[in-house]
């Protein structure tokens, strides 16, 4: 799905599916559309985008079928469509923020005890998710049902423009966004966050060009989870809390809080792939609970490891 600049290594295309122009058309659908427009056009909206987009299509059907075992073609395109279009629906809702057609998020919270544990101990928490339905609904359900400070990890665009236009939504749900690149100096915000019992949430499924992975197994195959969130759960004493979201309806979440992970100070690197292991595993079990909602199509990104045409990017 990467345009062809970015896979010669040039410069963002505007109008490439992650530029700025199709940003902007569709950060102003998400806000000014009518009521009816903004609740069901983002489905048929995603369904279209599958149907031009074989190699995309082909990834999410190769992700089904490690998620849940081989199926029926009939089965694989119903699932395929659902994925578009509940990947279309929250990244519209995820726009929404800050504009007329903003509205608060209906959630069922399982698993609420053990964030009210993480909480408890005082230390700030590193909240681990991933590419699934409304996983930017997590940071204004986190600040709103729990009043703590939620921070965002994530890895610039290669658009910045467009970065602009969805971080702008970003903010208005509540949430702080920090950028990382491959400056050491970058963590630093991040631990002074957690020190004053804030949040911090990394998403887990892709690894960043230069940040270290540790190798894993996931759905039955080689994968690889990133360090960063493992050693700053290390350094600030901070548990680890995997949260997953999957997107039930129109504004209609469903998050699955897991048991939080304590990181000792001292630990050598079979407890840190321990730990990345449980992370990985935390991951699998909801995927295979909510098969449709990965929203990995095999975006052309940097990893440890190129995969091949073949196979599916691991959760690095």
């Not at 490439?16 to 102003?28: E, I, N, S």
């Not at 909801?286 to 073949?310: E, M, V, Y």
Request: aromatic share 6%; with cysteine; hydrophobic share 40%.
């Amino acid at each position: 799905m990467a345009s062809s600049g970015d896979e010669q290594g040039g410069g963002p295309n505007e109008l490439a599916y992650d530029g700025a122009v199709f940003r902007k058309l569709a950060a102003w659908g998400a806000r000014n559309g009518p009521e009816w427009f903004v609740r069901y056009s983002p489905a048929v909206i995603g369904v279209a985008i599958s149907a031009i987009l074989p190699e995309a299509r082909r990834t999410v059907r190769h992700n089904l079928h490690r998620i849940r075992g081989d199926a029926s073609r009939a089965r694989d395109t119903l699932d395929v469509a659902r994925t578009f279009a509940s990947y279309a629906g929250a990244f519209a809702e995820s726009l929404m923020s800050g504009s007329k057609n903003a509205g608060i998020p209906h959630a069922i919270v399982y698993g609420q005890r053990n964030f009210d544990q993480a909480i408890a101990l005082g230390r700030g928490i590193v909240l681990v998710t991933a590419h699934t339905g409304g996983w930017e609904t997590v940071g204004m359900l986190i600040g709103r049902d729990f009043g703590v400070r939620m921070m965002m990890v994530m890895q610039r665009e290669r658009d910045e423009e467009a970065r602009v236009v969805h971080d702008s939504s970003r903010k208005a749900a509540g949430f702080e966004i920090a950028h990382v690149d491959d400056d050491p100096l970058d963590a630093l915000p991040l631990l002074r966050h957690l020190r004053e019992g804030g949040v911090i949430g990394v998403q887990i499924d892709r690894t960043p060009k230069g940040k270290r992975a540790r190798q894993v197994s996931f759905l039955g195959r080689p994968g690889a989870i990133p360090e960063g969130p493992i050693r700053l759960a290390q350094l600030s004493g901070a548990p680890i809390v995997p949260v997953y979201c999957s997107r039930a309806g129109f504004r209609e979440y469903r998050v699955d809080v897991h048991t939080p992970i304590l990181v000792p100070r001292k630990l050598d690197d079979a407890g840190v792939d321990s730990v990345a292991q449980s992370i990985a595993d935390d991951l699998a079990a909801f995927l295979r609970r909510n098969p449709t909602q990965w929203f990995d199509f095999g975006i052309k990104r940097p990893s440890p490891r190129q995969a091949s045409p073949s196979e599916s990017p691991p959760p690095a």
